[in-house]
């Protein structure tokens, strides 16, 4: 059974930094690209970032471009987002999927991690 | 960025009746492989999100037969055949094809009559 395991969210004041963790069971982590997709309070979904297989490929949404990080440790089936420089409209709930087929076919989601940055 | 519009944004439907959600892309999702990278996923409330169809008309596992997805270039629809209680949540669709970043729509919530 594929799962996804987020953690590392909590309050931070604005200009702070924060670093999202993803756990993955059940599938060979290695195999496949992994996604970072928010979604503030009440609003829709909006794509962070997302990674290769082999962390060789890295992709960034304007909004976060430059400030967040992400990368992956295959020994230890894990995603990260490392987020700088936090702006009060990056508060949102963080989820991690599991991304087949190249790009988009976000095939499992963790439950989520709420980052609230706020004074 | 690529721009998706789904209409309705809200729907309340009778158990056992039909619904039919619609999403517009600006520009064609047609890719040069022959594929079309639309996809359709739900939100349950108080959930994850989940993913229901992918290139615009293949069920993910798991998903009843009461959901399809049809359309081509820039029209897409969701159909659900006869709504069930436990369908209400909230639908987006998204795009693949146009990168950095695939964008999502703005969500249609559907309800229980």
């Known amino acids: 059974e594929v799962q996804l395991l987020e953690s590392g969210g909590g309050l931070v004041q604005p200009g702070g930094s924060l670093r999202l963790s993803c756990a993955a069971s059940g599938f060979t982590f290695s195999n496949y690209a992994m996604t970072w997709v928010r979604q503030a309070p009440g609003k829709g979904l909006e794509w962070v970032s997302a990674i290769g297989g082999t962390a060789g490929d890295t992709y960034y949404a304007d909004s976060v471009k430059g400030r967040f990080t992400i990368s992956r440790d295959n020994s230890k089936n894990t995603l990260y987002l490392q987020m700088n420089s936090l702006r009060s409209e990056d508060t949102a709930i963080y989820y991690c999927?599991?991304?087949?087929?190249?790009?988009?076919?976000?095939?499992?989601w963790g439950q989520g991690s709420l980052v609230t940055v706020s004074s | 960025d690529m721009v998706m519009t789904q209409t309705p944004l809200s729907l309340s439907v009778t158990p056992g009746q039909p619904a039919s959600i619609s999403c517009k892309s600006s520009q064609s999702l047609l890719h040069g492989d022959g594929k079309t990278y639309m996809y359709w996923y739900l939100q349950k409330p108080g959930q994850s999100p989940q993913l229901l169809i992918y290139?615009?008309?293949n069920r993910f596992s798991g998903v009843p037969d009461r959901f399809s997805g049809s359309g081509s270039g820039t029209d897409f629809t969701l159909k659900i055949s006869r709504v069930e209680a436990e369908d209400v949540g909230v639908y987006y669709c998204?795009?693949?094809?146009?990168?950095?970043?695939?964008?999502f729509g703005q969500g249609t919530k559907l309800e229980i009559k």
């Open positions: 999927a599991k991304t087949t087929s190249g790009c988009c076919r976000f095939d499992y």
């Open positions: 290139e615009v008309s």
């Open positions: 998204m795009q693949g094809i146009h990168l950095p970043p695939p964008t």
